[in-house]
Structure formats: structure tokens, C-alpha cells
């Protein structure tokens, strides 16, 4: 009978710190039903679950809303994750040439971008812009900071992909002829994206997150929606409950079309 790989590199855990380790997970499970009980307590002394509060999710209209906001997120996501995915492929490019003026502008580019806060770029398009006579629309106010401040992260995790492939398979490909376009699209790239597939899914679930900031330029995506029904409905609780489990989905769904997109290159 085999042993698994941990028992054979590192040894079978001894009977005590088995005991030990059940006893632990037994106090954090404890310690967790407790906490969410006391939450539970707490939003119930506070009336936040009081069924009146909870009415207005039976109406359509509602839902009608919510979709509305969400359909809104989905649209600044989707285009800022491709202007993520596209412009941070370029500045890996630039960053990896060899050619001094092209790399150190996409260094430059790319630190700039990364230790500006996301909030602050959209600021910058929605105060500085139209000063200097650059008018956008909220749309674009909010997916554009959020694509150009995620490429800088993207341009970086592409770089990681890449200097994680073998040098000797690289090498070997350019003693067989190939071009240096052959040997990133058909040798670096696919075993590149191997490798990135789960900080790529991790930057665009903070993509979607960071659509949040919607209410700034006063755009309408779900969290902007859902201010407005709990200031109708004074339904702090309940709202932000249903609006966490729609985030929630999303970005379990985006997990689960990365599962499939890395699927086929084991």
C-alpha cells in the first residue's frame, strides 16, 4: 500500500498531535458558530430581522433593481478587465525588451499605476479630467481607472508567468529556428498561462470588488442600487445580505470559468 507524499517528506503526525489537531478544529468550528450567533443577536436586539424589513424582496420591481445595478458591475468589469488583460500584456512586453527605452517607460508606467490607489485615479478622471476639458461619461470615469490601475498588477503577473518557464525550453526552441514570436506564442505562453490562471481569476474578482467605488461618480452599479433601496426601505441588514451573496456568485462563477479554462492544459 502506498503512503501519501506527506507521510514519506515530512512523517505520519504522532497520535498526540492528532488529538491535538482535532481538539483545535473543534474550539475554531466552536468559536465560529458562536461568533455568528452573537452576529445573528446582535441584528436581531438591533430589529434588522424583523419580516417587514424583508417585504420589499417579494416585489419584482426590486429584483428589477438589483439585476439593473449588477448588469451595470458586469459592464464595468467586463471592460476593465479587458483593458486590464490587454494593456498589461503591453507593458510586460515593454518591461521585458531589451531595449532600454522601451523598458524603464514601461517600468515607470507600470510602478506609477501600481502604487496609485484605485480611488484616486478615479478622482483624477472625475475632477481633473473635465478641467482640461476631458469629458467622460460615469461609465467610463469608473472602468477606466479600474483597468489602468489593474493592467500595472496583470503586466506583473504576466512577467511572473513568463520567467517561470524553463530558460533551457526557450533556448531550445530558438536553436531550432523559431523566431522570437513563435517561441512566446507556441513555447512560453501556453505553460505561462498555466501558471497565472489563479492570480489572473484573483485580480478580476477585485475588479468586480472594486466596481464599488461606483458611487463616486455616481454610476449605476449594484452597491450604488442597493444605497438607494435602504434609503427607501431602511433596510440596512437585509440589503446588504442579498447584495454580499449576489458578489458572492459572481465571483464564484468567475472562479469556476477559470476551472474550466485551465482544465485542458494538464
Known sequence: MSRPLEDILFGAPSPRVQT????????????????????????HSAGQLELRLWEFFVWPTTWAFLGKGLLGTMAS??????????????LMTGRLARSRFVRWPSVAVIEFLRGTPTLLLIYLCFLVLPSLGIKLSTYWMLTLPIGLSTAAVVAEVYRAGVLAVPRGQTDAARSLGMTEAQVFFSIVSPQALRYI????????????KDTTFGYVVTYGELMQNAKVLIANYSSLVPVYLVVAALYCLVNYAISRASQRLGRPMH
Open 20 to 43: 491535538v489537531t482535532r481538539a483545535v478544529s473543534v474550539l475554531a468550528a466552536a468559536a465560529l458558530v458562536l461568533l455568528a450567533a452573537g452576529i445573528v443577536y446582535q441584528f
Open 77 to 90: 468589469a467586463a471592460m476593465a478587465a479587458v483593458i486590464a488583460l490587454t494593456l498589461g500584456l503591453v
Open 197 to 208: 490562471v489563479p492570480a489572473l481569476v484573483a485580480q478580476l474578482v477585485i475588479v468586480v
